[in-house]
Nanobody
Framework: VQLQASGGGLVQTGGSLRLSCAVSGRTFSNYYMGWFRQAPGKEREFVAAIDWWGPTTYYADSVKGRFTISRDNAKNTVKLQMNSMKPEDTAVYYC????????????????WGQGTLVTVSS
């Protein structure tokens, strides 16, 4: 089972990036897919999550209204569209998967991608 995150890079304040998480090795049909991030010197924090089959989504308050999580079941991918970005969005972003109900706690996620670095310049 592999989760492969991509799409990170350098963007200016107010700009946009779209992250993608490709899932291979199994179908996460009963799994929540989540995005987390970890800034230097800080703990990993929840960003967004989506139910694999339904339209249910969750967002951290800090990104609500700016970020959008979506999934493409046919392509086994999950995306995170990030708009109106701020310097405080700078972090390594990880995609993750967990079975069952939604959780914000990263320790509740079983599968992780390798992370992709996002840097927002001021």
């Amino acid at each position: 089972v592999q989760l492969q995150a991509s799409g990170g890079g350098l963007v200016q304040t107010g700009g946009s990036l779209r992250l993608s998480c490709a899932v291979s090795g199994r179908t996460f049909s009963n799994y929540y897919m989540g995005w987390f991030r970890q800034a230097p010197g800080k703990e990993r924090e929840f960003v967004a999550a989506i139910d694999w089959w339904g339209p249910t989504t969750y967002y951290a308050d800090s990104v609500k209204g700016r970020f959008t999580i979506s999934r493409d079941n046919a392509k086994n991918t999950v995306k995170l569209q990030m708009n109106s970005m701020k310097p405080e969005d700078t972090a390594v972003y990880y995609c993750a998967a967990r079975p069952g109900a939604f959780r914000r706690d990263s320790s509740q996620y079983d599968y992780w991608g390798q992370g992709t670095l996002v840097t927002v310049s001021s």
